[in-house]
């Protein structure tokens, strides 16, 4: 395309297009449709519950019959994709509760698909929600264990995959987990279940707001021992690499704003579905400045979720899901 000549100005007129509303609809070059979203939800215990999250509007925990009633409501819409994160009632220090076949997600994707079968769930698998450190993986002498952390990832797994999910999304960071979460789907018939790999996880800021949200944030130290230093772009293409090659299914960057580039890497690279996650701080911030009446909230939000789209992502994973859908 670029050793294309084109006509010079005055021949050339860019603006000839931009004329219209009808000119510009029929030219753009990217769509957002109902399709394209996962809403995340956190299904916690107990029952007509629902509490809100500070430093998230409009969000909040929600027992397994107020997730129920959500879907119901997300159905109406058309938002037909969910992501389910727990808030256990009972912590330890290697995330027990994470893997228990009547753990939360556990029994929240069973409600879901019993009553909407067509509501499409996915679970993020971690042990961060469900650890008394919160860290994503068995700690000892202060440090992460990877390959002891691979064990229990897998159960974890297999556990949602046997409560009913449809997708497999493992956000933990360990080295080897997509691997080893294949094979124990594999061997126990689950060979059709999708795994959605976050592959290029960032250690980010951006994840504020999300640890009130999922009561997760680590009690010492941070993540940066396993998840990616946001310097590094090239490191983002060989963590893609490996979980393709162990297994991915759909390919993931997080966080999506701050890392448009990865997107479009990612995309150009491989030629593999792309989800990109809109995470807390994203939408936080474009909500804290709508209410300051700094920005419009609305043109914001769906020039963010466009901007991500143009970049190469294929679902986006946000929590302006709901009010993105009703206006497309
Ligand atoms: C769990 C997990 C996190 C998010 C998704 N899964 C938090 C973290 O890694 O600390 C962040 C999502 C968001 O900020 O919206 N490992």
Redesign the pocket.
Known sequence: MSNFNYPNFPVSRLRRLRKTSALRDMFRETHLTRSDFIYPLFVAEGENYKRKISSMPNVFQLSVDNVLRECEELLTFGLGAVLLFGIPDFKDETGSSGYHAEGIVQKAAREIKKNFPEMLVVT?V?L?EYTSHGH?GVVENESVQNDATLELLAKQALTHAQSGADIIAP??MMDGRVGAIRKILDENNFAETPIMAYAAKYSSA??GP??EAAE?APQFGD?KSY?MDFRNSDEAIREIALDIQEGADIIMVKPALAYLDVIRRAKDNFSMPIAA?N???EYSMIKAAAEKNWIDGEKVMMETLTAIKRAGADVIITYFAKDAIKLI
């Open positions: 993020d971690c961060c994503c956000s933990d951006f994840y999300f640890r997760s993540r998840q996650y995470v807390s701080g």
